[in-house]
Structures are given as C-alpha cells and as structure tokens.
C-alpha cells in the first residue's frame, strides 16, 4: 500500500470507533507530512538552492554551461520577470564553484538592451556569447573562460542591421544564421572568426527562429518554428519537407508546425523531442527517415510545450549520458539514460517549477536546475546505501511481510519500509479508538496475529488486524528477548523480568534487584546482560556475574553470531568473543578510534560489521584489515544507533542511526573516493596603487598566485575558494591554518577573511574534511606576506642604528682627529721647544759663555777682586742656563747617567733629600724620546722641590716585562688630582700628560696629604 492508501486503511479502522475529529487531524498531518517528504526522491542525496540572496544575479537564466575546469558558468539577464520590451534589460555573466557566485564585466556598450543572453560552448573550451536585442544590432563575442579576455566577432557590414538568429556548435564546427534584410543565411564561422556564407534558409516574415541546424555528411538537418524541419543540400537546395507522415502521425487541420524542440547525442546516434508530441525520435541521415526512439519520455502527460525561445527538456552531460524532463504541477519528474547501461535508468521526482535551463557534467551524480531567479542544484546518491526516515532516530526493526519491514522510531512512533519500493509510510495505532504513540522502542516481535513490543512505560500488544494497543504499564525496558512465550526483559535498577504472553503478567527472574542493564542476549541455554556492575548471566535460576577483561562500566552491547558465539562490545572500541557459555571472552577487534560499539553482525564473506558511534567498520579477521564507511559513503549518519540492526534473509542489512534508517547489501557497499583539490576563485586585497581593493577573479590568472603581499597601509585580504574535481559533487567541509597552528573550520563556506592581518610571514593551508573530520584530497597553500610599516621592521632599526653609528663615529672621529692635531700641536710645539732651548743653549754656550770667559780672563789680569767674582758667578749661572736648557750629559753620557747627575744637583742644592734606585735604561729609547723621559722626570722632580714642601723624595726605575716602570715619590703635603688636571693654569701636568702620550706610556698620579705618588709605565 501506497502512503495515502495506508492512511484510508488506518482510517478506515478508526472510523468502526466514534467520530473523534482530532484523530482525522492528527492522520492528516501525519500523512501530509510523509507525502512532503515522498516528494523528494529518495535517489537525492542532496538538494541545493541558491537565489539572490545568495549572490545570484542572473534572475532570468539563459545558459547554464561548464568550462573544462568543472565550473558553472550562468548567463541571462538580471531581472527575474524576463525581457522587457521597454525597461533596460540588464545582461549578467557569472560563474559558481558550488559556494560563492563570481560575476564577469562584460564588454558590450551601455545601450545595448538584450532580451537574449546565452553561451555556447565550443571544442577547445571557448565560449560563444550572444548579445541578441530588438531595440539594436546583435553582438557575438568569443569568451576565454579561464583569462576572461573576449574578442567581438564581427557579423554586420557596411552598418547593414544584423540579427542572430541561433548559433549551434557541432563539434569543432560553428554555424550562425543571420537575419539581413528580411532574408536568413547560415553561416560557417572559420577559425579566424570570419564568416562564410553557405546559404539562404527559408523563412516566413522576414525574421527566423531556429530551433536546431544540423550537419550531416550530405545535407543539414533544420528545424524552424514557421517554416518546420526541412532537409537542405549542401548547397541550400531544398531535399525534403518533413511533415506529420513522416513521423508516423495523423494530421488534422489546424496542427502546429512541426519543429523539434530538444536534439540531444545518446550511443552513436541523434535523438530529439518532438515539441507537442509525447515521443521522442531517431532521426536516420543516410535515407532521411525518422523512427521512434527507445528512450521515452518520463510522466504520463509527455506533451513538451514550449514559448517561441524553446526551454530546454533534455540535456547531455560530458560523458553521453541523458536526462529527460516531464514537469506535472509543482513536481519535475527527471529520467536519466546511461549509455551502454539499460538497466540503469532511473527516475527521480523533485519538487521545483517553472523550470528554464538544465545542464549536467555527469547525470550519475548531478544536475543543475534554473527557475526564474534560482538555481537548484541536486546531487544524486550514487552509492549502494538506501536512506529511510531520515528525520527520526530509529531504534528497532523486523520484518513484517514480504519486502516490507516495520520500525519502531525512538519518538515518532512506528513506520513500514518497502525495499523494494523503497517507500515508507507511518504505521498508525490506536488505543481505545485514540491515536497511540510508541516511543523508546527497543523490540519488535510478530506473531501470527499481534505485534509484541513496548514504549516507555511498559510492554505493549499491537493487533494486526485493527491496530489497537494493549499495554501493560510495569517498567521503563531498556532491553528486551523474545522467548516464545514469554518476553525477557531488562529495566535501570530492577531485577531481570519477563512478561508472560499468555497470563499477560510481569514476573521477576533474578534475585539480584538492582540491576541496570544495557543489554540483553539469550546465548545457548542462558540470557546475558551487560550491567554497570558487569556481565551478568542467569539460567534456570541460577545467577551470577562472569569475570571477563572489561571495566564494568564500559560494557555496551550484545549480539550473537551463528559459528561465532555472543559478541560482547564496549563504549571505547572493543569487541569480544565469547565461542561457547563456557569459555572466556577473547578480544576480537580494538577501534582506533575508541567510538562505542552499538551492534556487530557478520556478512556471507565471513567479515565482520561493527555500527559504531562514528561510523561503520568491515573488518576480515584473515588478513585483519579494516574500513570504516561514514555519511560521505551513502549512510544517514556516522552515528549508529543500539537495538537497531537487522539482517534479511537475502543478505541485506537494515540499520538504524540517530537520523535515519540505511538499507544495503554489504557487497554494494563502498568507499567513495573524494579526491578533488582546494583552488582560489576569487582574490581581494587593498592596491596602494588605486587606493582601493582589487579583486581577481580570472581563473588563469588565480591558478598562478602562489605569493600574496600585502601593505602596511591596509592588510585586509579575503580568499573565496573551492572544491575542484571532487567525485561527489557535494559540499565538503574546510578548514585552515596559519603558519603551524590549528586548523580551524571555515565559518563562512568558502570564504577567509582578514580585516587587518598582522604584519608577518604566513604559510596558509587550506584543506577539505569528510564527516569523520578527517583530510582528503589536495591542499591549497599559499604564501602571505602582511608588510610592517618601515618605521617598525628591523630594517628601519638597523638603519637607525647605522645612522647613530655613522654620526657617533663621525664626532669620534673628529674629537680624535682634533685630539690628534692637539697631540701633533704639542709635540711639534714640546720639539719644537726643545730645538729652540738648544738652540738657545748653544748659543749662551757659544757667544755668552765665551765672551764671559774672555771678561773673566781680563779680570784676572786686572787682579780685580770683585770684577772677578762677579764674573765667575755670572758664568755659573749661564752654564748652569744651558745645562737646563739643554742637557749636555744626556747626549755624552746616557739617560742613567743624565739622572743621577740630576738627582745629584738637586739633593745637593735643594734641602729636598733625594734617593735612586735606578736599572740601567740606557739604549732603550730613541734619542727624542730619552729626552721626553729626562724631561718628564725633571719636571716632576722640579714640581717636588717647589710645590711639595717634602723632606725626601725616591726616583725609582726597573724593567719589566716589555716595559719600563717608573715610580717617582715624595713625602710632602700633596695636592687634588682632578683639581690640578682641569685647572687651566696647571701647564705642568698637562705637559707631562703630553710627553708621556708620545712615549705611549701610561701615567697614573695618587696623591694625599702623606704625600704624592707618580707612577709611569713606558713600553720599550
């Protein structure tokens, strides 16, 4: 029984009761709700819609066309009401890559008002886009889907008014009619995009309106909507007039001309659908003669009937495939053909209208749908799972009769399934007359008249032939066993029970009363259960808990296997074999994922099945391999729900999930490769050039973007990708990640954006993810670079610190250079004393020395006293002047030697007591330097004698390792270091500074009031 059929019944069963108007209601909405869901067939495995909302800007779609990358391309004009007569009709050219809608500037001028926009396809993957208008000339352009370039193909001349009548690909072959001057000629359209004129169609009214041009060996084949379908010679000679006979139909007055409104290539021939006829038909080129096709058309009605622009009712996808259409009321049935592959047709119903264009890649998995302002994606399931009621979790399954099996739903009560049909539809009960719902099912058993089961209060006893209920109110189940004449049951909390179906009675079997069972299996002669406290078994009275290797708190669930024993599942992965009521337990399979186990069967190949909480496993205990099959391989969902498997007799498996009921043979099952690849379809980031975001869209051009660079001006980026070449067409879920952090799922589908990326290098990965969460197919990455302002990179830093470093080492470098020519000034100035008191030396030596000589002699001749001691006193003095201007001894006798006679002078005429202790350092330094030194050493002796008010004073020098130490000490009243340094009128240290720097030594003064220490280091 049909759904509506099974609601009369039910009805009709009520209707024995008194009237109870909420019930008719209640079967009403139910029944409706059911037949909303039968609308959509249970051959989609997806239905997709997209409108404006959506970025769909095409409302009146013309073309719906793929390139050979895989993408849709839609043309048509803007408003969804069609082409105006008066208002601007807008074009709108736009691709989609199953997320986002990306439209195309197009080239023709701003007072073009087309009531005709469309694409066609060629060989090479090119596109042909017609401009047709009524108000100006028509325009064509050839169209590069990958580098959006277009080139206009010329078709007027000498300013003549040219129409396009249609354009029609064959192959590698172009042809175009044109309307001039009340005349239609086709066109061949060479390589070059110049045309050549083959010749004049007829026509009625001076325009056209073709429906096909088809080129054959001999002749083409030309169907147009006054004149009908005509043969023409290669030359334009008419051959043959094809009317109703042809066809092998009857013609009465006042028929529409005939014209073929679809053409479409099926296994080596071509086929068309005869526009307000219900048959389709082959056309034979050879002797020109027309049969009926195999292929017929979907629906009952049959009768295409289209406006003077036909809309498409069959298509071809890439591979040759076909599909059908037949619309009755708000419902389309499609009819997909597959070549070379009779049986395996199929018709699916979808509940759209008013439908405008198709287009297909492959009719095995999808097709698109325009209406008026949408588009409709449907992707067919194309698996061998079979999906029922996919909006209740379903808990419990038997069969009731022939292909139909009855479920039980955790809350929306119990349903039939037909296999065969692969229908549902609700199985209504009734209590008192009263509508009963059946919720927290965990059996089902039949008998020849009634249906044993419970709900969340007890037990219940459904009869067949009326559908009322009797329930038997004890206990919440969670468990139960059919032991022929009585139900084994278990309850949270409770002893082990049965129901007794013949006294209708609850009789506790354990003594333990505190049990909460999971599960529950007869295996052998015994019932085991799985409990929070373990697993519990109970035979004839007898009861007890069994030791096995399993946390009690981690048993699950029971099943038993013919050959195999009571399998024994756990919440964290684990299955166990238990072959015999005597033997231990043995681990038979550990999930990797470590998802709880709801039930475990066994195939006809001898692998075992484990329905878990995150999907279905097959494994081969022989080779200990395994699978696991999620939603992306056909399935409701990837949880599977307990109490819910059932196998068939020939094979076939039922099982229940949180959503859903899946049918299937595991011969049939397998696993769906995704393949595919993430690809850029669109680029944004702001152009300091333009001062403005910049978008790419060109696909040629996105495929070869690998590095991105932002500005430090603005760092705004968004990315629009996609899947590409996936074998489901679906929509998968991504994920991204920056650098090495985590992957992150795409809030936005297909889209990323960063409204001010922070400056830095980024590696962005984006990847697709099944239901299972984990990656396949082909990542996308690219390289970011988000640029730092120049203040803030390393480089300004670096700069910066050139920058100090080149200002810093220029005053350094002329501090020293001043320090330097100070230095350079002071010894050519302490050289250039040192020259002058010789000079001076030698001179008093020279001329005042010896004309003090020559008076002395004369005063001794005088014999005057005083004139003679006057005289000899003055000599003293100037020799001694010259001593000092110049040492004499220093040049005679050595540095040592020039010391000791220093220090002699002035221990004998000072009352300054002197001490040496001087190594001999004669021959170490240069003669300009032992005089630096001697003057070094004088001047501090000198400063001893008139500023230290000492008693004694030590002049001490020893070698040293590379350099000699000079250490000169006093015992007097000392002075301030520091003061005495920058003091402008202390010339003395300043000297002895200088001096000591051109000997590259070292000086080092301490002084206090015990008295001064001078310290000298000169290196040899």
């Not at 009369?8 to 909420?22: D, E, S």
């Not at 139909?404 to 739903?409: C, D, F, N, Q």
């Not at 519990?536 to 669930?557: H, Q, R, S, W, Y």
């Not at 004393?833 to 002395?856: A, N, P, T």
Request: proline share 3%; aromatic share 10%; net charge negative.
């Amino acid at each position: 029984m049909g759904i509506a059929q099974q609601t009369f019944v039910a009805l009709g069963l009520y209707l024995r009761t008194p009237f109870k108007p909420f019930l008719c209601i209640w079967l009403l909405l139910a029944t409706s709700s059911l037949l909303g869901q039968n609308k959509q067939d249970q051959g989609i495995l997806a239905f997709n819609s997209y409108d404006a909302k959506d970025g769909l800007e095409v409302g009146d779609i013309h073309s719906l066309v793929y390139d050979n990358n895989g993408w849709l391309w839609i043309s048509g004009l803007e408003s969804d009401l069609g082409a105006s007569a008066f208002l601007q009709n807008i074009p709108k050219l736009q691709w989609f890559d199953g997320y986002n809608f990306h439209s195309v500037s197009l080239p023709i001028p701003e007072d073009i008002s087309p009531n005709i926009f469309i694409l066609k396809k060629r060989a090479d993957g090119l596109f042909y886009l017609r401009f047709s208008s009524a108000r100006t000339s028509d325009y064509l352009y050839l169209f590069n889907p990958s580098s959006f370039e277009f080139q206009q193909i010329p078709i007027s001349n000498k300013g003549i008014d040219v129409k396009i009548s249609n354009l029609f690909v064959q192959g590698n072959t172009t042809f175009i009619a044109l309307d001039t001057a009340g005349e239609t000629y086709l066109y061949l359209l060479n390589e070059d995009l110049s045309l050549k004129r083959l010749f004049r169609l007829r026509t009625e009214g001076g325009e056209s309106y073709l429906y096909q041009v088809i080129s054959f060996e001999d002749h083409f084949l030309v169907s147009e909507a006054r004149t009908g379908i005509i043969a023409y010679a290669l030359n334009g000679e008419i051959i043959k007039e094809f009317d109703y006979e042809d066809f092998s139909l009857e013609k009465t007055d006042n028929q529409e001309v005939l014209a073929l409104a679809d053409c479409f290539w099926f296994e080596e021939a071509f086929e068309f659908v005869l526009k307000s006829e219900k048959e389709i038909y082959r056309y034979n080129d050879q002797n020109m003669t027309w049969s009926k096709s195999n292929l017929t058309k979907p629906g009952k009605t049959g009768v295409i009937k289209n406006n003077l622009y036909q809309k498409l009712n069959a298509i071809n996808d890439s591979f040759g495939n076909i599909a059908l259409l037949d619309a009755t009321g708000d419902q389309v049935l499609i009819k997909r053909e597959f070549i070379n592959q009779v049986n395996q047709k199929s018709n699916t119903i979808v509940k759209v209208n008013n439908i405008t264009n198709m287009a297909s890649q492959n009719l095995k998995k999808e097709l698109y749908l325009a209406q008026l302002g949408r588009l409709v994606h449907i992707v067919f399931k194309n698996t061998g799972v079979h999906n029922f009621l996919e909006g209740f979790s379903v808990r419990s399954i038997t069969h009731y009769k022939e292909s139909k099996y009855l479920v039980g739903t955790e809350v929306g009560g119990l349903y039939l399934i037909d296999v065969d049909d692969k229908t549902e539809e609700p199985f209504p009960i009734f209590m008192n007359g009263q509508p009963f719902s059946a919720s927290e099912v965990r059996g089902l058993f039949i008998s020849e008249n009634n249906i044993w089961t419970n709900y969340n209060e007890g037990v219940l006893l459904i009869d067949l032939a009326t559908h009322e209920v009797e329930r038997f109110r004890h206990y919440p189940i969670s468990a139960m066993v059919d032991d022929g004449d009585r139900i084994v049951y278990g309850a949270a909390t409770f002893p082990l029970m049965e129901f007794d179906k013949v006294n209708k009675v609850n009789r506790p079997l354990s003594v333990n009363d505190s049990l909460v069972i999971m599960d529950l299996a007869k295996f052998g002669g015994s019932f085991y259960a799985t409990t929070k406290n373990g697993l519990f078994t109970f035979k004839d009275g007898n009861e007890a808990f069994i030791d096995i290797p399993v946390e009690p708190d981690k048993l699950m669930m029971l099943d038993v296997i013919d050959e195999y024993g009571l399998m024994i599942t756990t919440s964290d992965g684990r299955v166990y074999q238990m072959s015999n009521e005597n033997k231990e337990p043995v681990l038979l399979y550990t999930d990797p994922t470590a998802s709880p186990i709801a039930s475990v069967f066994k195939d006809e190949q001898s692998n075992f099945w484990f329905a878990t909480f995150s999907g279905l496993i097959k494994y081969n205990p022989q080779t200990q391999t395994s699978g696991r099959y999620v939603e992306d391989d056909g399935f409701s969902n990837n949880e599977f729900n307990r109490y819910s498997m059932l196998q068939t007799a020939d094979g076939g498996v039922f099982l229940g999930a949180i959503r859903g009921l899946n049918f299937f043979y595991p011969t049939e099952v397998r696993k769906i490769e995704k393949g595919g690849r993430v690809v850029l379809t669109s680029l944004t980031y702001f152009d300091i050039k333009t001062n403005a975001n910049t978008n790419i869209t060109a696909l040629g051009n996105l495929a070869q973007v690998k590095n991105i660079s932002l500005p430090a001006e603005n760092k705004f980026l968004k990315i629009q990708l996609a899947p590409n070449g996936l074998t489901q067409p679906v929509k998968v879920n991504m994920e991204f990640k920056l650098n090495n952090g985590e992957w992150l799922p795409i809030k936005q589908p297909g889209e990323i954006q960063f409204d001010n990326l922070a400056a830095g290098k980024y590696r962005l990965a984006v990847r697709m993810v099944d239901s299972e969460g984990l990656a396949f197919g082909e990542e996308l990455e690219l390289r970011i670079h988000a640029q730092e302002f120049f203040y803030r990179t390393i480089w300004f830093i670096i700069l910066c610190v050139l920058l100090v470093g080149v200002i810093s080492y220029y005053f350094v470098f002329q501090a020293n250079k001043a320090k330097r020519l100070e230095q350079h000034y002071s010894r050519t100035l302490l050289k250039v004393q040192e020259e002058e008191r010789m000079r001076i030396s030698r001179d008093l030596h020279d001329s005042v020395g010896q004309q003090l000589i020559l008076l002395k002699n004369q005063a001794n001749a005088s014999k005057n006293e005083e004139i003679i001691k006057n005289v000899s006193a003055t000599l003293d003095e100037v020799r001694s002047i010259t001593k000092n201007l110049h040492p004499v001894v220093l040049s005679r006798l050595g540095l040592t030697a020039a010391l000791e006679e220093l220090i002699r002078k002035l221990d004998e005429n000072t009352e300054v007591f002197f001490s040496t202790e001087l190594e001999n350092i004669d021959g170490i330094f240069k003669e300009d330097e032992e005089l630096n030194l001697y003057r070094i050493i004088q001047e501090a002796l000198n400063n001893i004698v008139k500023h230290a008010n000492a008693a004694s004073a030590r002049l001490s020098i020893e070698h040293a390792k590379g350099k000699i130490l000079i250490n000169i000490q006093d015992n007097g009243r000392g002075f301030v270091v520091e003061q005495e340094q920058q003091s402008g009128t202390s010339l003395g240290l300043k000297t002895l500074q200088e001096r000591i720097a051109m000997l590259n030594g070292k000086v080092n003064i301490v002084s206090s009031e015990t008295g001064t220490i001078i310290s000298l280091i000169i290196p040899k």
